[in-house]
């Protein structure tokens, strides 16, 4: 990981939880399954990238989700939002 490149997204993250029921469905329709929480990121001003600007991902709790975003290129030097 480059830290201190100057390509490096310095930006705000939006990182949630995403929601699923019993079931693993979400309030819209979409199945994920149950288990791991599922998160996803959105990079609003990021420069487009291999990895996208968003995407959905399993974490244990916030503080892996935001490691996990942070491994990914170009975002290690990312904020998020609260």
């Known amino acids: 990981m480059a830290v201190g490149n100057p390509h490096n997204y310095k930006g705000k993250v939006t990182l949630q939880r995403v929601r699923l029921n019993s079931g693993g ?7 994920y399954g149950t288990g791991v929480p599922l998160f996803y990121y ?5 420069p487009q990238h291999s990895w996208g600007r968003d995407g959905f991902f399993r974490a244990c709790n916030r503080t892996e989700a935001k490691r996990y975003v942070r491994e990914l290129p170009l975002l290690c030097e990312c904020r998020f939002y609260n």
Do not use: L, M, V
């Open 42 to 46: 959105f990079c609003e001003d990021a």
């Open 25 to 31: 469905y979400t309030d819209r329709g979409h199945y």
